[in-house]
């Protein structure tokens, strides 16, 4: 089975992957491994992804649609593959689209996951994180027991920049602009299938699966 999902930042697209890809029994593939992939072994395309971020650049389709070619051509995604954070454009999608066809194989669905943005706004900028130790909280779902504090060290938390409520607005306005028109591209080939990303992750991934006609394992 080859699955995409989408959905604006916030809407645990990167959990739902992970708890997929473990039911399936197939790779979890997204844009951020396959970056870092690249740049820890040194290929030619690893190198030019590390120099174009460390000016502060946007890694361009033709650097990131040739990643996907290498990783949906290896033997582990034979048996299918879940793809998360690609594509994003309307381009990209079209690559994808012909590159499968390439590889005689095809999409099986697009998993759209409906989030609003008020919500979206409360998940991210609730986030806050250990400096010292990594560890995640959220302020109203996962919070630490002293307020402000990491549990295992006690180091004062932290709130990315990225996670500032005007930064997550402006994400979501890129997110509208570039991918949510994806939905109609899918949409036209019949192949989307929407699920409520409010409920819990657990709830998240029956819908998924019983919307794949999946059993849970």
Same mark, same amino acid.
């Given at each position: 089975? *080859? =699955?995409?999902?989408?959905?604006?930042?916030?809407?645990?697209?990167?959990?739902?992957? /992970? #708890? @997929? $890809?473990?039911?399936? !029994?197939?790779?979890?593939?997204?844009?951020?491994?396959?970056?870092?992939?690249?740049?820890?072994?040194?290929?030619?395309?690893?190198?030019?992804?590390?120099?174009?971020?460390?000016?502060?650049?946007?890694?361009?389709?033709?650097?990131?649609?040739?990643m996907v070619r290498?990783?949906?051509?290896?033997?582990?995604?034979?048996?299918?593959? *879940? =793809?998360?954070?690609?594509?994003?454009?309307?381009?990209?999608?079209?690559?994808?689209? /012909? #590159? @499968? $066809?390439?590889?005689? !194989?095809?999409?099986?669905?697009?998993?759209?996951?409906?989030?609003?943005?008020?919500?979206?706004?409360?998940?991210?900028?609730?986030?806050?994180?250990?400096?010292?130790?990594?560890?995640?909280?959220?302020?109203?779902?996962?919070?630490?027991?002293?307020?402000?504090?990491?549990?295992?060290?006690?180091?004062?938390?932290?709130?990315?920049?990225?996670?500032?409520?005007?930064?997550?607005?402006?994400?979501?306005?890129?997110y509208a602009a /570039?991918?949510?028109?994806?939905?109609?591209?899918?949409?036209?080939?019949?192949?989307i299938l929407e699920?409520?990303?409010?409920?819990?992750?657990?709830?998240?991934?029956?819908?998924?699966?019983?919307?794949?006609?999946?059993?849970?394992?």
């Amino acid at each position: 089975m *080859i =699955l995409i999902l989408l959905g604006p930042p916030g809407a645990g697209k990167g959990t739902q992957a /992970k #708890l @997929l $890809a473990n039911e399936l !029994r197939i790779p979890h593939v997204s844009t951020g491994d396959m970056f870092r992939d690249h740049t820890s072994r040194g290929t030619e395309l690893g190198l030019r992804v590390k120099s174009i971020m460390a000016n502060g650049g946007l890694v361009p389709d033709e650097v990131t649609n040739e990643m996907v070619r290498d990783r949906v051509s290896r033997p582990d995604v034979k048996g299918g593959f *879940i =793809l998360d954070g690609y594509p994003r454009t309307i381009p990209q999608a079209e690559f994808l689209e /012909k #590159l @499968l $066809a390439d590889l005689g !194989r095809k999409l099986d669905r697009v998993v759209s996951y409906e989030v609003n943005e008020g919500a979206i706004v409360e998940r991210i900028s609730g986030r806050r994180s250990c400096p010292s130790c990594g560890q995640a909280y959220h302020v109203t779902s996962n919070p630490p027991r002293r307020e402000g504090m990491c549990d295992r060290d006690q180091t004062p938390l932290v709130l990315r920049e990225d996670d500032r409520p005007e930064k997550v607005l402006h994400r979501m306005q890129e997110y509208a602009a /570039k991918t949510a028109p994806l939905k109609a591209f899918y949409g036209a080939r019949k192949s989307i299938l929407e699920i409520d990303g409010m409920l819990a992750p657990d709830a998240v991934l029956g819908a998924t699966l019983s919307g794949l006609g999946v059993k849970k394992g």
